[in-house]
């Protein structure tokens, strides 16, 4: 299943059996062929552990005709064959891509999927880092049976007017016709619809539709009433349906003014957590329960919002937040780049591709409500700071209903302030160093204000401390002991929700995650440890004080 939702109703749709065969054929591998559950991480099969290599997945299908097989994830670089003829080839973990194949004879046909996690020169995102980066299928895989005419995409954009509401809806049709085709398309989005009559969609090429639509009597979406609305889009060939595309949306609208977060017209304050996509052995293909479990503990922590560090997440995880009322901040692919890093030839490439993919597979889900990118990436140098603006630039593009920001590292040189919507910056006083977390946060507002920042609401992206669990000192003056982290995140949340003209505070991080075996010397257990529940998500003590202090405001 690779949405908690309903995505066609007339398009023949399948999800392959989870079993499938995969050889791991590279030094420390596997040459021999075991079976293996899809979504799944590689390192979860026992042999597997930290594996480096390729992951050659095989899988018998009966099909035949115009087939779309389409992948939510495979890590990190991907190839796809259907009887070893090359259908795709794919970079990065954390979207999806799809992939025709034409004109197939019905019967027993071999679907092979080869999926690499190695670093390499060929990656500028893909490098060892301060979270494990897993190989395999990750998450779901489903084949599509289509006809002349399909439906790629349907987007619906809400748009507040005063106390009233316009849903933007766009279309999206694609040909696989050597003939020009007569079309008939109907939409509905909410209490909206519009029909097209006789359109022309031409041989082998697209057709995009747009409207602007009012939509009365609709109820806005929010954490306290996540109010969802369906969308569907049929295409009719000769007075038959043919095609649909179904998905939900919510009316609701995050803006900045006067320094502030306005959701729906309301001042906002944010509280929320990290959370990496990873859950102890399941590494990042995290099963559906379990990410129900986590929006559940996050909600009951008090939190209005989570941040997906430092990649887009399952759309299963982003279709449970809109039903749960939970907040999303989302952002592409990449973590603590240096400029150097950054200066890979194929970086503003596969970046901006990232972004692309996130905004069009993500964009009506009405819980994200901040686009980001660039974690801790360079912001203070000249070439960094542009690499900055086109990413800023190209995301407005793509969707300007959000605001964009950046979790930037607390520290002088920054450039970028005056170029995103929301200033974020990730602090750590009371572990990294000894400063009093109230004139910390002062500094950082005022040195804000002096780079650009001004007038612009701000975010402590990341805070907290780490916590290795089971480990406890009664004095509480250990580090790495639970009692030391919630005395320090208790500390760190009282003086951020006291602290005048901050808009909110977002703590580091909710679940313990392993890290690259390179970060061993700084993370204990080889995991950062600075999650409020381990790996199994049992709670250590700085999950009872975060729950206090964010469910007393």
Request: with cysteine.
């Amino acid at each position: 299943m690779d949405r908690c939702i309903t995505t066609h109703r007339l398009r023949k749709t399948c999800e392959p059996t989870p079993v499938w065969t995969l050889t791991a054929p590279d030094e420390g591998g596997m040459p021999f062929p075991v079976q293996v559950t899809v979504p799944s991480a590689v390192e979860s099969h026992p042999a597997l552990k930290r594996y480096r290599g390729r992951a050659v997945y095989e899988k018998t299908l009966a099909c035949g005709g115009t087939l779309r097989f389409v992948f939510g994830g495979v890590s990190f670089r991907a190839r796809v064959y259907l009887d070893d003829a090359l259908l795709a080839e794919h970079y990065g973990g954390y979207t999806a891509f799809d992939c025709l194949a034409r004109d197939i004879p019905f019967g027993e046909h071999v679907l092979r999927v080869e999926a690499d996690n190695r670093f390499g020169e060929d990656s500028a995102l893909h490098v060892p880092n301060d979270y494990y980066a897993y190989g395999g299928i990750t998450r779901p895989v489903t084949v599509e049976q289509l006809g002349s005419a399909y439906i790629t995409a349907l987007n619906v954009t809400p748009r507040r007017q005063g106390r009233m509401w316009r849903a933007e809806v766009e279309v999206t049709l694609r040909s696989l016709s050597e003939e020009a085709q007569t079309v008939d398309v109907d939409v509905k989005a909410g209490p909206a619809a519009i029909s097209w009559k006789h359109r022309t969609l031409p041989a082998g090429g697209e057709l995009t539709l747009t409207a602007s639509l009012a939509a009365p009597g609709v109820h806005a979406w929010s954490p306290e009433h996540p109010h969802l609305y369906a969308a569907e889009a049929v295409v009719w060939l000769e007075g038959e349906p043919a095609d649909d595309l179904c998905d939900r949306f919510g009316f609701r609208e995050l803006r900045c003014e006067g320094g502030r977060l306005l959701l729906n017209g309301e001042p906002i304050f944010i509280k929320g957590v990290n959370r990496h996509e990873e859950y102890a052995d399941f590494g990042c293909a995290v099963p559906l329960e379990a990410m129900m479990r986590d929006v559940q503990m996050i909600r009951d922590l008090g939190c209005n919002l989570v941040r997906t560090c430092h990649y887009p997440n399952d759309p299963r995880f982003l279709d449970l937040c809109d039903q749960c009322g939970l907040m999303v901040w989302e952002e592409g692919h990449a973590r603590g780049l240096s400029l150097a890093q950054m200066q890979h030839p194929r970086f503003m490439e596969q970046t901006l591709e990232c972004l692309r993919e996130m905004v069009a597979q993500h964009r009506n889900h009405p819980s994200i409500v901040l686009w980001g990118c660039l974690n801790e990436c360079d912001d203070a140098s000249d070439e960094g700071a542009a690499y900055f603006r086109r990413c800023f630039q190209t995301l407005r593009e793509l969707d300007g209903s959000r605001p964009v920001t950046a979790a930037i590292l607390d520290r002088e040189g920054g450039q970028v302030l005056a170029d995103e919507d929301v200033v974020s910056v990730n602090a750590y006083p009371g572990w990294y160093h000894g400063a009093a977390t109230a004139q910390h946060l002062e500094a950082i507002r005022r040195r804000a204000d002096e780079h650009g920042g001004e007038g612009k609401p701000l975010l402590i992206s990341e805070i907290g401390a780490g916590g290795i669990p089971g480990f406890h000192d009664p004095l509480g003056q250990a580090k790495w002991s639970e009692e030391r982290q919630e005395a320090i995140l208790r500390e760190q949340l009282c003086a951020a929700l006291a602290c005048p003209g901050l808009s909110g505070v977002i703590v580091w991080q909710f679940a313990d995650v392993h890290v690259d075996e390179s970060w061993f010397s700084s993370r204990p257990r080889c995991m950062n440890n600075k999650g409020l529940v381990d790996e199994y998500r049992r709670p250590k003590l700085a999950y009872a004080a975060v729950r206090e202090v964010f469910r007393a405001r």
